[in-house]
């Protein structure tokens, strides 16, 4: 079925939102957390982090500035750091329920019942019940002027993922992790490892 | 384990790579398709496309500029257009194969073996293997200073899809679709759907 830019403008608000937030394919889930200059610790479902680079050791994550994620965005900018904490199986509910709209006074740990972790590197705590967890500070940021979404640029100062989940290549093995990707907005994806193919040369097929 | 930016500096440039590759969690696999000024296609494995937002639809990647996909990068900048298409588990290897540094004058199609699928609103080619094809034409770009990458974001201008992957809520079902996701740069997982969640509100746990 074809749909042009009339068709997709004429479909119904929510599945229209929904049919293009699954058009980019699966998207990581993630659970970004900040603390407030007033010391509180917020925690957002982000499903938008991008691979920048390796050397600086870069991940960039997209922000719409006017929703529930106002107060990652603003604790960010205020402190210069984060982190990126993987959503696995067995976190999935609390992690989706951090997508609420809580209020900007509530500890969102608290509210969903995950454990802060501290970092001694960085002022945003880790997710104690996630098991790759990344520290990251802010590098730079750019304003998509299409839509007036942010893209945030966060250079890698700390990793921690246990020692058996980094395969001898050095990837990490997201499906043992039990990691999850996400569809849209709304639906969790198992990932299980199909093949790793060789680095590609146009003399060997 | 813990790595501070020391440890992931000492790291073997190979090994630190696929960790940072890996880091961002479950990539999108995609194929662009664009057509050069002298009318040759051009097909590149990308797993940096990210949602941008749903209104209008707007869809962002990442490109390295000294790398292969430099072709790829130089032809949406001259034509305005391109195309991106989900790769499934029946084209892994192929998909895979356009990660290989071919000429400039290589018809990337030809040589991995898919097929060019004309579409009739942009001047790039559909990769007709693939079952959730988009066009789009070029929005805006910005160079990530810290890398010198580009970030590409290109409006939806065609989405093809057929009708029994598109669930009622609107999503694409890419479990269904036989999507695939990308761990680092090797890796390739097969997605299976756990469970769909609603809407989270605060009061509601």
Request: glycine share 6%; net charge neutral.
């Amino acid at each position: 079925m074809k749909f042009d830019r009339a068709q997709l403008d004429i479909m119904p608000k929510r599945k229209r939102t929904n049919f293009i937030n699954s058009l980019s394919g699966v998207k990581s889930a993630n659970l970004v957390g900040t603390t407030s200059i007033s010391g509180i610790n917020n925690l957002a479902l982000i499903s938008s982090v991008f691979h920048v680079g390796a050397n600086p050791p870069l991940l960039g994550m997209l922000f719409r500035p006017h929703t529930v994620r106002r107060d990652t965005l603003e604790n960010i900018t205020a402190s210069g750091c984060f982190t990126i904490n993987h959503v696995n199986e067995q976190i999935i509910t609390q992690a989706h329920q951090c997508s609420a709209k809580y209020d900007a006074m509530a500890d969102e740990f608290a509210e969903v019942g995950l454990n802060p972790q501290i970092s001694s590197l960085c002022n945003a705590p880790y997710v104690q019940e996630s098991k790759v967890k990344i520290a990251l500070k802010l590098q730079e940021s750019h304003l998509i002027k299409a839509n007036d979404t942010q893209i945030i640029i966060g250079e890698i100062v700390e990793v921690i993922c246990p020692q058996e989940l980094i395969e001898d290549n050095g990837n990490v093995d997201l499906a043992s992790a039990n990691c999850v990707g996400l569809e849209g907005l709304d639906t969790y994806l198992k990932l299980s490892s199909i093949i790793r193919l060789q680095y590609a040369r146009p003399d060997k097929a």
